[in-house]
């Protein structure tokens, strides 16, 4: 079946450590994203690809990195200059026009720093 | 700039009860609207999109939504509550065009269902 996935699904990180969070997908999407969600709080845009080997920044990018090298992947790390990472990671998909943008899930990556 | 605002953290009512979810946008061209479900610790899934066309949406599960561009909302309803519905739901905004799948989230409301 197509679709997304996300690993790892838990993670633990000192503080001061960078970690990469993988996302792929078969979906032959040519969009990809990365929404941090806190809670009580809705999903927050980190960055964004609409097509590979190029990326753009969402609403709350410092202290984030990414890479789309092939269109299926779009690895998101975070660095230790993020100051609160402590969050559930998602990744999405979407075509990058058609289907009223329509937005396909990973399954989340929550991030505790220790 | 598009903005979503869900009416309500919080929405509890009893098994086989209407269910009410509000969602009220503002958009300064004709938006895409969405409506997500997520259970815990699990990714979003669509339940229904409202693009063009009819303005009564049905969606999975029951759940439908209208779109009424005179009031600017996008309510989520469903006539009879069941157990299973208890999770978060999100509405959601979207531009049309380049932007597509740039989607801007309101804070979610939470449903729980009682027996």
């Known amino acids: 079946d197509g679709g997304i996935t996300q690993s790892p699904k838990y993670l633990f990180r000192k503080e001061g450590q960078n970690v990469t969070l993988s996302c792929e997908q078969n979906?032959?999407?040519?969009?990809m994203y990365w929404y941090r969600q806190d809670p009580g709080q809705g999903l927050r845009l980190i960055y964004y690809?609409?097509?590979?080997?190029?990326?753009q920044k969402g609403d709350i990018a410092e202290g984030y990195s990414v890479s789309r090298e092939k269109k299926e992947s779009f690895p998101l790390t975070v660095t230790s200059a993020q100051k609160n990472p402590t969050a559930f990671y998602l990744c999405a998909s979407s075509t990058s026009t058609g289907l009223g943008g329509e937005l396909f899930f990973g399954e989340g990556s929550r991030l505790t720093v220790l | 700039a598009q903005s979503v605002t869900q009416l309500g953290s919080h929405v509890s009512v009893s098994e086989g009860a209407l269910v009410l979810l509000r969602c009220n946008y503002s958009s300064s061209v004709p938006p895409y609207l969405f409506w997500y479900v997520q259970y815990p610790n699990q990714g979003l899934q669509l339940l229904l999109k409202y693009t063009t066309g009819a303005t009564l949406v049905k969606g999975i599960n029951g759940f439908e939504a209208e779109f009424k561009k005179s009031e600017t909302s996008f309510h989520l309803t469903k006539p009879s509550a069941h157990m299973s519905d208890a999770a978060e739901y999100f509405c959601?905004?979207?531009?049309?065009?380049?932007?597509?799948?740039?989607?801007?989230f309101g804070d979610g409301t939470t449903l729980t269902v009682k027996p």
């Open positions: 690809s609409q097509i590979v080997n190029d990326f």
């Open positions: 959601a905004v979207s531009d049309r065009g380049t932007n597509a799948g740039k989607s801007t």
């Open positions: 979906l032959n999407h040519d969009a």
